[in-house]
């Protein structure tokens, strides 16, 4: 049995200085940020996993970094971001709020919100995170409804959606076909206010 004498720690200034750094570049360490194009790589072989996985989006093949490009660009401009969960400087998750039916002014305060975690970091909290800060993000930049469109049988990311106040406000029956299989496709929606 290892007894420490606390007293050494509150009056060695070294250890004290050494502990508050600790604590300071570990709440630094695992955050939510604003993406960058160097984390586009990372952000690619999430979602690619979701795409092997056939049950989370409609891509029926994997992408590269270079195809995502045009994707990240526009959803950095104006009104919208992605962000990205990191561990270190690995993206371990990301969200994107990107435009809804793009080009439609009516549709100017309405935005289309995404999210994938590595899948080695499923139930985490990451997602939590990730959804927290896209909801700041909306009422700071005037997005009054945030909509996803999920494939029904993806309960996992309709529980999720549902723990954030979302509902279904539509379905799409048998409008989506994968690996021979066709599925219904939902939409889940909520105010921001």
Known sequence: MCFLNISTYFYDPKIIFSFVSLVHIRRHIDKVTVAQADDLDDITKILNQAINWGNANAYTKELRSEDRYEWFKEHMEGKYAVYVYKEGETVLGYLSIGPYRKGRGAFRNTAEVSY????????????????LEAFEHCQEKEIKT??????????????????????????FPRTAETKGKEFDHVIYGKRIE
């Open 116 to 131: 994938y975690v590595d899948f080695t970091h499923h139930r985490k909290g990451i997602a939590s995170k990730l959804m």
């Open 146 to 171: 945030l909509l996803t469109f999920l494939y029904s049988h993806n309960k996992s990311s309709i529980d999720f959606m549902k723990r954030f106040g979302f509902e279904q406000w539509g379905l």
